[in-house]
């Protein structure tokens, strides 16, 4: 019983590591996104907020994406692609509000 109880807890922290790890670089490229729709639009706050908070994202990511397996690459690349288009659906519509 203690075995599936620690395999388990295996498993979960995996499983965590995982969806963290695509979030950090769905964070990453969303700010990305923004931050290219920003300097089109040519909206300077947008770009000083986006710029500096990608540059923060960066240094989790780096640290993250160092040691890493094929399965852990994958992963964030994912998280890349999809924070890349909900990046420029924001900024978009933060672009309007402004």
């Known amino acids: ?12 922290t995996i499983i965590m590591y995982k969806i963290g790890l695509f979030f950090t670089s769905y964070i990453q490229v969303m700010l990305v996104a923004c931050s ?11 770009i000083i907020v ?5 540059s923060l994202m960066w240094t989790v990511n780096v640290k993250k ?3 890493s397996t ?3 690459r ?16 924001i900024a978009y519509s933060i672009s ?3």
Request: aromatic residues 14%; glycine residues 10%.
């Open 1 to 12: 019983m203690a075995k599936q109880s620690e395999f388990q807890t295996i498993v979960m």
């Open 50 to 54: 986006s710029s500096f908070f990608l």
């Open 96 to 98: 309007k509000i402004i």
């Open 74 to 89: 994958i992963t964030y690349a994912g998280g890349a692609a999809i924070g890349s288009l909900y990046g420029m659906y």
């Open 36 to 46: 290219t729709v920003f300097i089109a639009n040519s909206n300077p706050v947008g």
């Open 65 to 67: 994406i160092v040691i």
């Open 70 to 72: 094929c399965l852990d």
